[in-house]
C-alpha cells in the first residue's frame, strides 16, 4: 500500500474535508476553530466567496498560460492593482510559486545586482526549505541538518529578541547593531555583502517583533554599504500584523520586498518587488518557472485584495488581535508557565518556560493538543518548539475571538493546573 513520507509531521490529528471563514470540518462534521490558517495562508478565510467565485470564473477562462510563453490578464491585472498596497517605489515585480521560491529570487537578484557573494541573515529567520534558503535558514537546525554543505556565503548576526537573552528592547538592539557591525568587521566585509535578508517579525523562529531603532539601523548600514535590505514579509505581510506590511509599524522600507502566504487565500503564489532600477539588474532569462504567476492563482490574488479593501481585515487584524492578546495576557498572568505573550496583530505567540526558566516545548505541545482535543487548532513555533501561535485568518471575529480564548484558557489549565 503507498503511504504518505514520514517526513510529514502533522501538529494535529485533523482530517479537514471543507472549510468556512475561520472554522474547518472534518469528515464526522466535528468543527475546529482554525487558528493556523494553513501557516498564516488563507488570509481571507477558508472559501471566501469572492475568492471561490473568482478562481471559479478563471478556471472557466483559462488554468495556467505560461508567463514566459504567452502574458495573462490576471498577472497584468495583479501587477497594477498592487500598485496599491506596496511601498512607493518598490514597483517592479516578479512572481513564484512559494515563499522559498520568492526568496531564491530575491538573493539572486541581490547577488546580480551587487555582484557581491555575501548575505546576512539574522538569528532565528526562517526563509525557506529549498537548500539554498535552508542556507539563510537559522531558526532550527532541523531545516538543515543532514544535507550539507549547505550554501556558502551566508553569515548569520544576531536579532534583538530581548525575552531570549532576558533583556529590554534597548539592550537587545543595541547587541544585535554591535554584533552586526562586528560581522561586518570580521566576517563578511560590505563590499562582498550583497544583502541584509529579515524578517521584520521573526516566524517560525518564535513570533518575536523587530523594533524600530533596528531596523534604522540595517538602513542605515545598508545605505552607508551599498548592501541591499531584504524583507521576508512571507508570513508578516498582506495585514497580518495589523498592517499591510509589517515594515509599516516600524517606518522603514527595504530595497526588496518578499511575499507569499496571504496573496492568495491558499492559492500558491508569491513574488517579489524592487525598485525598478535595480529589478533591472537582473540578468535575462535567471528568473522564471514553469507555474509563476498561475492565472487560477492571480484571480484569488485579485480577489484577495478586494476583500481586504471591502472588508477593512487590516483594522480588523489591528482590532482583533489587540482583544485577543489582551485575553491571551489575562491567561498568562495566572501561570507562572508562561513566561510572555507577544506579537503584532493576528500573529500572536505564547512562550512557556519551565521551572528553571528553561525553554519549555514539552508544555507548549501538551497545551496545543490538548486546545485542538478541544477544537481549537493551533501550532507551535519557536526553537525548543516553547511558543504556541496564534494566527487566525482576518476574517477572524469578536465572537470567534472570546471563544478561541475561552478554549485556550480551558487547555492551559488542563494542562498546568
Ligand atoms: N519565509 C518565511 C518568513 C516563512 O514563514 C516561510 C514559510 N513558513 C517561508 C519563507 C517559506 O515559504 P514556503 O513554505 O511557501 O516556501
Known amino acids: 500500500m503507498t503511504q504518505l513520507s514520514g517526513a510529514l509531521k502533522q501538529a494535529t490529528p485533523v482530517l479537514a474535508t471543507h472549510g468556512k471563514g475561520v472554522n474547518l470540518y472534518d469528515e464526522a462534521g466535528r468543527r475546529y476553530l482554525d487558528f493556523t490558517a494553513g501557516i498564516g495562508v488563507t488570509s481571507t478565510g477558508h472559501c471566501h466567496p469572492k475568492v471561490v467565485a473568482a478562481a471559479q470564473e ?124 562586528h560581522t561586518l568587521q570580521t566576517l563578511s566585509q560590505p563590499n562582498e555583502t550583497a544583502a541584509f535578508l529579515v524578517e521584520p517579525v521573526l516566524g517560525e523562529g518564535g513570533y518575536v517583533p523587530g523594533n524600530t531603532e533596528f531596523f534604522a539601523g540595517l538602513r542605515d548600514r545598508a545605505d552607508k554599504y ?55 539588474k537582473v540578468w535575462p532569462g535567471s528568473q522564471g518557472g514553469t507555474y509563476g504567476a498561475n492565472a487560477v492563482a492571480c484571480a484569488a490574488a485579485i480577489a484577495t485584495l478586494d476583500v481586504i479593501q471591502e472588508e477593512k481585515l487590516v483594522d480588523n487584524a489591528a482590532e482583533r488581535g489587540a482583544q485577543l492578546t489582551d485575553a491571551l495576557r489575562a491567561t498568562a498572568s495566572k501561570y507562572d508557565a508562561i513566561h510572555d505573550v507577544r506579537g503584532l496583530g493576528l500573529m500572536i505567540g505564547n512562550e512557556f518556560r519551565d521551572a528553571d526558566g528553561n525553554p519549555d516545548g514539552a508544555t507548549a505541545g501538551a497545551v496545543q493538543r490538548e486546545a485542538a482535543d478541544r477544537g481549537l487548532l493551533l501550532l507551535n513555533c519557536g526553537p525548543w518548539g516553547e511558543v504556541v501561535r496564534f494566527i487566525p485568518a482576518l476574517v477572524v471575529n469578536d465572537k470567534e475571538v472570546d471563544e478561541a480564548a475561552a478554549l485556550w484558557a480551558e487547555s492551559v489549565n488542563a494542562v498546568l493546573q
Open 58 to 181: 478563471q478556471v472557466g477562462k483559462l488554468i495556467h498560460a505560461q508567463y514566459t510563453t504567452v502574458m495573462h490578464q490576471p498577472l497584468l491585472t495583479l501587477t497594477e492593482r498592487l500598485g496599491e498596497v506596496l511601498p512607493s517605489g518598490l514597483d517592479r515585480l516578479f512572481f513564484a510559486n512559494s515563499g522559498s521560491e520568492a526568496v531564491e529570487a530575491a538573493l539572486r537578484l541581490a547577488r546580480q545586482a551587487t555582484g557581491r557573494p555575501n548575505i546576512v541573515v539574522f538569528h532565528g529567520g526562517f526563509h525557506g526549505r529549498t537548500v539554498a534558503t535552508a542556507s539563510l535558514t537559522t531558526s532550527h537546525t532541523r531545516y538543515s541538518a543532514g544535507f550539507a554543505p549547505l550554501m556558502a556565503g551566508v553569515h548569520v548576526s544576531p536579532f534583538p529578541n530581548p525575552t531570549y537573552y532576558g533583556w529590554s528592547v534597548e539592550q537587545a538592539t543595541e547587541f544585535a547593531l554591535k554584533e552586526l557591525d
Open 226 to 280: 551599498g548592501i541591499l535590505l531584504v524583507f521576508d514579509e512571507v508570513q508578516t505581510g498582506w495585514g497580518r500584523t495589523g498592517k499591510f506590511w509589517a515594515q509599516e509599524h516600524f517606518a522603514v522600507t527595504p530595497d526588496i520586498l518578499v511575499t507569499a502566504k496571504g496573496i492568495g487565500s491558499g492559492f500558491p503564489l508569491s513574488g517579489i518587488a524592487a525598485p525598478a532600477a535595480l529589478m533591472e
